[in-house]
């Protein structure tokens, strides 16, 4: 089981890298692409048309981008003060039973994802000229990272209470470092 766990942090680490380096790249490019539109549009009254769209587009990406990189490092707002407070066995039951409440939600945004990438298949947007599931595909991508660290939770809280050691389930506080 703690290869496993192993495996798993690893690749979660990994990817909340990729997802953090990507992120901060794209944050650059909106910065960058609206600040030049600034500057033609009032140095040269000859602004670019596609910057606000572009801008979105990669905002878009970042919020989710974010959220994965916030859940693997167990940045999302969570009041654990009764938790905190409980035997460790009961954090471990409780904090498998959180695990497996969000992986049930994440299921459901990942397939309601999926639906809205069908229904927009074929659609362009305005500006950029791009099909518009690529507005929603983050969401489906970043659900499916997620799933990924709450399933390594449910499996070290798990195993925690059925070997009675200490496995990393998110409860300290500390997860996946950068």
């Known amino acids: 089981m703690n290869s496993v766990l192993n495996g798993m942090n690893t690749v979660i680490r990994i990817g909340a890298k990729i997802q953090s380096l990507t992120a901060v790249a794209m944050l650059v490019v909106i910065i960058t692409v609206v600040s030049v539109n600034i500057l033609l549009r009032y140095a040269f009254n000859n602004p670019i048309s596609w910057t606000e769209e572009l801008a979105l587009f990669l905002f878009v990406w970042i919020v989710f981008l974010g959220a994965s990189v916030a859940s693997a490092r167990k940045r999302h707002v969570l009041v654990d003060l009764l938790l905190n407070r409980l035997p460790l066995?009961?954090?471990h039951v409780l904090q498998a039973?959180?695990?497996i409440m969000i992986i049930v939600f994440l299921l459901y945004v990942i397939f309601g994802g999926l639906k809205?990438?069908?229904v927009t298949m074929g659609q362009y947007s305005t500006a950029l000229g791009i099909e518009k599931n690529w507005y929603y595909l983050p969401v489906v991508l970043s659900s499916v990272y997620m799933i990924l660290v709450y399933l390594?939770?449910?499996l070290a809280s798990v195993a925690?209470?059925?070997t009675g050691q200490n496995f990393d389930s998110g409860i300290s506080g500390q997860r996946y470092a950068s």
Request: no cysteine; glycine share 0%.
């Open 89 to 91: 066995k009961v954090r």
């Open 97 to 99: 039973l959180i695990s």
């Open 116 to 118: 809205v990438l069908e």
């Open 160 to 162: 925690s209470i059925v």
């Open 152 to 154: 390594h939770d449910l």
